[in-house]
């Protein structure tokens, strides 16, 4: 089960960290993404960090151009929690932002076989 948490309203320029709370034994296993899903969109690629099988901080990461130099994504096992920092956000990043869990490191979303409920960040201009 997923919690994702950290949404909220923002101006452009300015920054939200995003927390995907998980349970389960293995969470260091589980490859993390973050997607999004702006009014009308389709859910795209936001972020994503591998599995760090037993290492707490550790993991390969992928970021979608868009974000590339302006998100961060992390992981934390102790806490069995992934996190999103986003800075210089912008209008466009408006969207439902959703955690999942998968088997693979991956930019598609059909290999991510959990989903948390999602969280809104709105970005005014």
């Known amino acids: 089960q997923l919690q994702a948490s950290g949404g909220g309203l923002v101006q452009a320029g300015g920054s939200l960290r995003l927390s995907c709370a998980a349970s389960?034994?293995?969470?260091?296993?589980?490859?993390m993404g973050w997607f999004r899903q702006a009014p009308g969109n389709e859910r795209e690629f936001v972020a994503a960090?591998?599995?760090?099988?037993?290492?707490?901080?550790?993991?390969?990461?992928y970021y979608a151009d868009s974000v590339k130099g302006r998100f961060t994504i992390s992981r934390d096992n102790s806490k069995k929690t992934v996190y999103l920092q986003m800075n210089s956000l912008k209008p466009e990043d408006t969207a439902v932002y959703y955690c999942?869990?998968?088997?693979?490191?991956?930019?598609?979303?059909?290999?991510?076989?959990?989903w948390g409920q999602g969280t809104l960040v709105t970005v005014s201009s």
């Open positions: 389960g034994r293995t969470f260091s296993n589980y490859y």
């Open positions: 999942a869990k998968g088997p693979v490191l991956s930019r598609r979303r059909d290999p991510y076989d959990g």
């Open positions: 960090i591998s599995g760090s099988f037993g290492d707490t901080y550790g993991g390969i990461t």
